[in-house]
């Protein structure tokens, strides 16, 4: 009973997430009940990407001339990384940032769906990182007003890196990663005298207005190298390394092409692969219902609640949908199907063996779910790798692939388990 409600509740939940923003019957128009998600309140919609909707494509050099060869990449992955916590500001889905180089030129290609603002995302762009340091003017800062400029910004720190097993300021032992600053000489003055000053208080980085980190001064430090010590994981230390390279390796980026992108399938191809996948869902439903019969028919209402659930999720996380990303969930649909046949077909083994229709339904869900698991285990094994090392669409693919497989897994099993136990529960013939 328990089960059956959360179904119910799960299918009602899609359809309300899954219905378009307004729908006109009869010359009336009705809208979608209003569904708030506190922190991810959102506009319920599918998000394109750029070959479906067009966007915005820019094309960046990257000036290294001041930086040093050995330095040269890993200034670049930090404008790269810097470029993309600004585009998040514009609220841009799934963009595409990629590097080129070209003997020494460098380059950054940045593709952004739905944005038709070119001088906007200029704006917001092209500008080199901004690094300061800052001290608390009042005892609990709360706001980027609570905190002074000391006048050392990114010019004056020569390197940031991650590092291990260091003596921290004051002498404390640290053997978990850290990140280590290297000032320059004029950098190294600025920073002794802050240090001298402020024993005690904690000395804030700012990134382009946004506080890094706030370590506290432990002692003087005349040499001009620190080590930011902390409850830090490898993950969290490379991550401020390169925000801290940002400002203290700035790469100054110029605007070399740009050009607003029209959507490069069109609607009327997106139409025609939409319709071929409509039929394609429709041949499945009849092959079920003509090889299986009753439970072919209870398959096929398990795979129709297969996707509203994803076609919700999709909207929920919200994964951004490219002909490729459409491709991965078609592709998961066919899984999907694939789990029944495996379970319906065991249930016809233990029927041939003589086993009553209640006994042979429970044993062949229980001997097909190895086969279902190891089957669907391999390609998310399979997705995770492609979303991992993929760019742009590949993620795509990989990630609606991702999401059908576990919905696939919970309908095929579940809902389809449920569906059957309800028509066939009480039936201990041999019937279909």
């Not at 070399?256 to 939409?274: D, F, H, M, P």
């Not at 991965?328 to 029927?351: H, P, Q, T, W, Y």
Request: charged fraction near 15%; aromatic fraction near 8%; hydrophobic fraction near 45%.
């Amino acid at each position: 009973m328990r089960t059956t409600l959360f179904i119910v509740l799960c299918l009602l939940f899609a359809l309300i997430i899954d219905m378009p923003a307004t729908i006109k019957i009869a010359g009336r128009q009705f809208y979608r009940p209003s569904v708030n998600f506190g922190v991810l309140n959102r506009n319920l919609e599918f998000k394109l990407g750029l070959d479906l909707q067009g966007g915005t494509d820019l094309v960046y050099s990257a000036d290294l001339s001041h930086v040093a060869q050995d330095d040269r990449d890993q200034a670049v992955e930090a404008t790269k990384n810097n470029i993309e916590r600004r585009i998040n500001s514009l609220g841009v889905s799934e963009p595409l940032i990629q590097t080129s180089k070209s003997g020494d030129q460098y380059r950054l290609i940045i593709e952004l769906p739905g944005v038709r603002n070119i001088t906007e995302a200029v704006n917001t762009i092209g500008e080199t990182a901004q690094l300061d340091f800052r001290l608390p003017n009042v005892a609990t800062p709360s706001g980027i007003n609570d905190f002074t400029p000391t006048g050392l910004t990114g010019k004056d720190l020569s390197l940031a890196a991650v590092q291990f097993d260091n003596s921290g300021s004051g002498g404390k032992i640290n053997t978990g990663p850290g990140v280590s600053l290297q000032f320059s000489p004029e950098g190294a003055k600025k920073f002794g005298q802050i240090t001298k000053a402020n024993i005690g208080r904690p000395l804030a980085i700012f990134l382009d207005n946004n506080i890094l980190t706030a370590p506290t001064i432990q002692t003087e430090i005349t040499d001009g190298k620190a080590v930011i010590t902390g409850t830090f994981t490898l993950d969290q230390a490379k991550q401020l390394t390169i925000q801290l390279n940002a400002g203290a390796l700035p790469v100054p980026i110029k605007i070399i092409e740009q050009r607003n992108v029209g959507a490069t399938l069109g609607s009327e191809s997106v139409t025609k692969s939409l319709f071929a996948g409509v039929i394609g869902f429709l041949i499945i439903l009849l092959f079920m219902l003509v090889n299986y019969g009753k439970k072919g028919l209870l398959a096929d209402l398990a795979l129709i609640i297969y996707v509203l659930l994803s076609l919700a999720l999709f909207k929920l996380i919200p994964v951004t949908l490219t002909l490729a990303g459409i491709a991965g969930f078609i592709l998961s649909v066919g899984m999907a199907v694939d789990a029944n046949i495996l379970i319906f077909e065991r249930i016809k083994e233990e029927l041939r063996w003589g086993r009553p229709m209640r006994a042979a339904i429970e044993l062949g869900f229980l001997r097909a779910w190895t086969s279902v698991r190891d089957s669907n285990a391999s390609s998310l094994i399979t997705a995770a790798i492609l979303f991992w090392f993929g760019t742009g669409s590949i993620r795509g693919f990989a990630l609606t692939l991702a999401v059908g497989i576990l919905v696939s897994l919970f309908t095929s099993v579940t809902i389809t388990r449920s569906l059957v136990r309800a028509v066939y529960g009480g039936k201990n013939n041999n019937g279909k």
